[in-house]
């Protein structure tokens, strides 16, 4: 399997865990956290916003960073939104909490900046090799 492709697994396997506890009625869920459920958000979707950053290889973060960093943001704000649309039809389930909403745009803004962190400690602080 290319690596290309097990760089993608990750993001996919975190989209379908959030669209299935959100097709959870509300009695279902499981409390598995004592956490506010806007910290529940934001971790999911810090979660997503790190996956997605391992889809995009290390060449391209190091030329367009900001670009990247934007397009994870995009992509768990628009996954956000479909993720609040789809819980409107979950029996005790609601899907207008803008809340809800913030936190996963938030998680989601966390994740390229402590991403791209490491990346200049680690990968983009080493001299090129010769």
Known sequence: MSKNILRKIPAILVMVAIFIL???PANQLPNTFDFSDKIKHF?????????LCLWISSNKWRTKPVVWGMLVVIICA???ISDEFHQSFVPGRSGNDLGDLTADIVGGLAAPFLYLLVLKVTIFGRAPKP
């Open 78 to 80: 628009i996954f956000g």
């Open 43 to 51: 971790i999911a979707y810090f979660v997503l916003g790190m996956s």
């Open 22 to 24: 959100s097709a959870l």
